[in-house]
C-alpha cells in the first residue's frame, strides 16, 4: 500500500495513463514483453513503475528496473517517484555513471542505459530483477538498442529457470515497429497499448521566412524555448532578461501564481509574422532526435548576432528565464520544476533535453528553432565534428506537444512550413551514427561471438563493425583471425581484452588502464584517463559576455585560467607530456586544494567536470583493484607530480591507447604549400590537421604527437594532443 498526499492523488488522477492501469497490468501479467506507447507528459515514467509496485512486484525482493537515456531523467524521475509515493530514496533511488542511492531496500531503480549494460556483464540474467523498463525506447539510443536485444535473450531463458521476468519498453511515438515487426528480436510480436493522451490542441505557427542564421534573435518571444547548444541558451537567458527584468521587489502579495494562471492575464504574443496552421493531428509517428551529454557539444565556433534594435521590448512583463541543458549542474536543472515567483512568466531556454524526457510543468508557449545540434563522425578518418542541422518532422512535433498539457497551447515555429516539409520524417538510430568499438568489446565479453548475428533493433553499418574489430585485435583486446578459413567479425576475445571490458570506459582507455602498473604510474594513468573521458574540465570564457564590465571580467578570467595551464603543462620540464600533463596538473592541484568550488572558479576549472572526474577516479581505482587483487592503488589527493622516467613511461602507455591516432609535424618538402604550415600528416587523411591554440603543445609543435580525437571546427583540430617519441 502507497500512502500518497491528497495534492499528489489529485494530480495522478488527471494523468492519461492512470485509466488504462488495468489494461497495462493485465498485458504485463500475461506477457513477457509489452510495448507502450503514449505522448510525453502521459505519465509513463512517472506512473508505470507505480502501477508495478503496487502489483507486488517490487515485493519478495525483487527490483522494478528503469533505464533512462539521459542522466537528468534518471535523477530528476527518481525524485519525482519517490515524492509521489511518499518514500525515501534509498527505497526510490537511482544510479548513474558513478552516483546514485540505491541501499538493500531499493525497490524502484532509475538508471541510465549503461549502467543496466554494465550489470549485465555481472549477471546476465539480471536475477536481482523482476521487471525490467526501457523508457524512451523512441530515442534510440545505442545502449537501448542493444539492451532490447539482450532482454529479448534474457527475459525467456529468465522464464524457462522458472525465475520470471518482465520487459516493458515504452515510448514516446507510435514508431514501434523495429522492436515489434522484427522478426530476430522477438518471434511472436509483443502488444503494443496506446495511452491516448488528453492533448490540448496546439496550434502551430509558421514562420513566413525561414531566418538562415540569426534564428536566435527570433526566439525570443517565446516560454519554452527549444535551442541547439549551450552557448545559444545562455546568450538568449541574457538578452531575455535585460528586455523583461524580473525585480523580486515587484512581486505582487498573497497567493503565488503558476505560470499558466498568470499567461492568461499577460498580453499574447504578436504573431504578425507567422500563418496559423492547425496542428497536425493526424501525424503520431513520432521519433526524438539524440541529444545526450555528449551532443550538446563545444559551441566553440557559433556565432551569435546582436540585434538591439529589435529588442526593445516592454519591460514591464516581468519574465523568470531559466536555463536547462545536460552540462548544467542539477540544482540548476531542478529549478524549472518549480512555480516561478508570483507575479512572473516562467520562460526555459533549453536545448534537446526538454524535448522528450523532462515534463515542465505549465508550458503554453513553445518556440521551436528547428535545429538541434549532433555530433557527426567520418566513417573512413573518424573525424568528429559538431552540426547544426535541422530536426526531423517527428522531433519538430514532439516539441510543439510540449505545449497544451495543462491547456490549449501555442507553438512557434522559427521556419516556415515549406522547410518544414522538406525534414526527414524521423531521426536515425544512433547506432548507425557512431564508432561502434566499446559496444563490440562489451558485447564479446557477453560471449556473444558473433556480433553481426546480434538481433539488433537497427543494425550498425558492417564497416562500423570491422572496423571496430580491427581497432579491437589492434589494441589485443581480440584474437588475431588466422590468415585464411574463418570469415571476419567472429574473433574470440583474449584475457586482455575481458581485463579491458572490466573498465567502464571506452577501449583505447581501457587498454591504458590494463598497462598502466608499469614504474608506478597507475594512479596517473587512472586520473589521466577519467579527465579525457570527463567533457569539458576548462570554463568557457570565449562565449559572448553581456556589457563591458562583463566583458573585461571575462578577460581577467581567461588570463588566469591560460597561466594556470601553463603552469599545469610543467613548463620547463625537459619531457613533454602536453595537454594531458595540462588534464593531469589541474586535477592534481584541484585535488590538493579539496576540490572546492572557489578553488574551480578562481582557475577556470568547471566544477561539475571536477566532480565527475572525482567520483570516476574512484570507480576506475576500484575497477583496477579487483581486475588485479595485488595493485593496491588508491586515490591520493595530494599526488606528487610524476618524476622524468614516469612521463616518459605514460607517454609510453598512452601511446598503446592512441597507436593508431598518431600524426607527424609536415616534413620540409612538404611546406612548399602554404596551408602545411605548422600542420601535422595523420596516416588516413590527405589534408594537415593541427594543434589548437589552446593546447599546450601549440608552440612546441613536436615532431610526433598522438591525439585524442580530430575536431573538425574552422580547421581539423586534434584533440587531447601528447607528444611522443618516434620509436
Ligand atoms: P511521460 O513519461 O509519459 O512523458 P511523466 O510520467 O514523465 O510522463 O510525467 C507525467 C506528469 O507528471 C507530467 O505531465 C507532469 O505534469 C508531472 N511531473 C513529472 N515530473 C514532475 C516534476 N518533477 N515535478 C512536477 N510535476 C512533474
Ligand atoms: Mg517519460
Redesign the pocket.
Known sequence: PVDRLPEIQEARLR?PILAEEQVIMEAVRENECVVLC?E????????VPQFLYEAGYASSGGIIGVTEPRRVAAI?MSH?VATEMNLPSGVVSYQIRYEGNVTENTKIKFMTDGVLLKEIQKDFLLQKYRVVIIDEAHERSVYTDILIGLLSRIVPLRNKKGLPMKLIIMS?TLRVEDFTENKRLFRTPPPVIKVEARQFAVTVHFNKRTPVDNYTGEAFRGILVFLTGQAEVHSVCRRLRKAFPYRPHREHTGSVLCSQSLSQSLPRINLDSYSALPADEGDEDRQAGIDDDYNEGSDLELELGDHPDKEKADPSIPLYVLPLYSLLAPELQAKV?HPPPAGARLCVIATNVAETSL?I?GVKYVVDCGRVKKRFYDRVTGVSSFKVTWISQASANQRAGRAG?TEPGHCYRLYSSAVFGDFSLFSEAEITRRPVDDLVLQMKDLNIEKVVNFPFPTPPSSEALISAEQLLISLGALEEPPRHGRARLSCPITPLGRAMAAFPVAPRYAKMLALGRQQGCMPYIITIVAAMTVREIFEDYDRPAGSEEENTKMAGKKARSVQMRRLWAGQGQSVQLGDLMVLLGAVGACEFAGCTHQFCEENGLRYKAMLEIRRLRGQLTNAVNAVCSDAGVYVDNQMAPPTESQVLCLRQIVLAGLGDHIARRVQAEELLDPKWRNGYKTPLLDDPVFIHPSSALHKTLPEFVVYQEIMETTKMYMRGVCAVQAE
Do not use: M
Request: charge should be positive; avoid cysteine.
Open positions: 494523468l503514449g510525453t507528459g502521459s505519465g509513463k515514467t512517472t506512473q530528476s519525482r514516446a520544476f515534463t510543468p498539457r
